[in-house]
């Protein structure tokens, strides 16, 4: 698969997609951590790895998911390196 500079490959045939439910939010929706996991491999997160690289933010409020510390994390490490949707932010 031919990949472009904004896109993440995180899941490949041999891997399996982990979507676990967290809660529901003030609008009735539920909010969920997506996870990806191959043989013998650590657990990928999705929020994780697309906070890292600038293309999401996180939510201010509502829901908080177990992995919150570490989607802060992630997001001040995109931040501190001006990274996607951060490289504008004056």
Known sequence: MKQNRN???LIAAD???LIIP???D??????A?????????AEISFQEELLKSGLAKTRLGG????NQIAFEN???LAKASKTGVWSQVK
Do not use: F, N
Not at 26 to 31: A, I, K
Not at 33 to 38: A, F, H, I, S, T
């Open 63 to 66: 829901v908080e998911c177990p």
């Open 15 to 17: 891997k399996q997609l």
């Open 74 to 76: 992630a997001q001040g």
């Open 22 to 24: 967290v809660a529901k």
């Open 26 to 31: 003030s609008d009735g929706r539920t909010v």
């Open 33 to 41: 951590e997506v996870m990806v996991r191959g043989q013998g491999e």
């Open 7 to 9: 896109e993440l490959l």
